[in-house]
């Protein structure tokens, strides 16, 4: 994926930025200007139809480079406000969030007390709003370490990680497991339904002609019409949840994790049947 011209975007945009009026520019509000004359939001016009997370985590790791190089302050804080409005007119939700080292971090945090030294009060207030609003991801692959692919790959197994530890605790002591991966035709028990629902349906249309012999029933007589019975309803709802289920196991991949506890269940009981078997013929032999 070539993202060099929104790249290059960026580079006019933090040096336009630095220049602001012919001066070495520092203020938050110099930044917004130039954005909004610069209409620089349209650089998400460039973003690919997929891949969306790397696309930002490029951004992101470019507008992070200025503020890590020994260049002038103007620059540095050019990147971090950059770095900022990148992520809040991102036009995805949920936003996705900055990827950031630890030692990219101490570089930022370097820059606060810097511009707190310069009396630049904007920084440290920005600095603490985007904390308090979590819009960091806090790693160990450095910018000049790693490429955003890494970047991206680490992100990715976090959140895999994130998901299965959510998925562990969802499921701990719990019956929910139990209702996704069941069987709802063996849960009605299905087939006695369905035949039950027939000998119904059939002496319901015995006790109506019967009756019609004495008394009037074309009131009643559709009753022993309707040709869907209780049994064909019920099957028809376990073959939608059958179908809704598969779909599930599809997007969430859960049923490939509950056939490998079910291996393990299965080789854990075949290795205690091993051990008990030995135990036996142990026994058997020592007997003889």
């Keep these: 994926m070539d993202l060099s ?11 336009e930025f630095a220049e602001f009026e012919q001066g070495e520019s520092t203020a938050f509000r110099d930044m917004k200007r130039v954005w909004l004359s610069k209409r620089f939001s349209y650089i998400y016009e460039a973003r690919p139809p997929s891949n969306s997370s790397y696309f930002m985590q490029a951004l992101y790791a470019h507008a992070i480079g200025y503020i890590i190089c020994p260049t002038s302050l103007s620059r540095r804080l050019g990147g971090l406000y950059c770095l900022y409005c990148l992520y809040e007119t991102q036009p995805f939700k949920p936003p996705f969030k900055i990827y950031i080292s630890l030692g990219e971090l101490k570089k930022l945090k370097d820059l606060v007390v810097e511009a707190k030294e310069k009396d630049i009060k ?148 075949q290795e205690a049947a091993d051990e008990d078997y030995d135990k036996e013929l142990e026994y058997l032999l020592s007997e003889a």
Excluded: P
């Design 5 to 15: 011209s929104c790249k290059l975007d960026i580079d006019e945009l933090i040096n």
């Design 122 to 269: 904007v920084v440290s207030v920005l600095v603490k709003r985007m904390l308090d609003m979590n819009i960091f991801l806090f790693g160990f692959v450095d910018i000049n370490e790693g490429s955003v692919a890494e970047r991206v790959n680490e992100l990715t197994d976090l959140q895999n990680a994130h998901i299965q530890v959510a998925y562990k605790k969802l499921l701990a002591n719990t019956r929910i497991e139990h209702f996704i991966h069941m069987d709802l035709g063996m849960e009605l028990d299905l087939d006695v339904l369905k035949k039950m629902s027939t000998e119904y349906t059939n002496a319901k249309s015995l006790a109506i002609k019967e009756g019609g012999e004495v008394v009037d029933v074309q009131n009643i007589k559709h009753i022993s019409e309707d040709k869907n019975t209780i049994g064909d309803i019920m099957e028809h709802i376990a073959e939608d949840w059958n179908v809704q289920k598969q779909v599930f196991y599809r997007q969430t991949g859960l049923n490939q994790h509950y056939s490998e506890v079910q291996q393990q269940q299965l080789e854990q009981q």
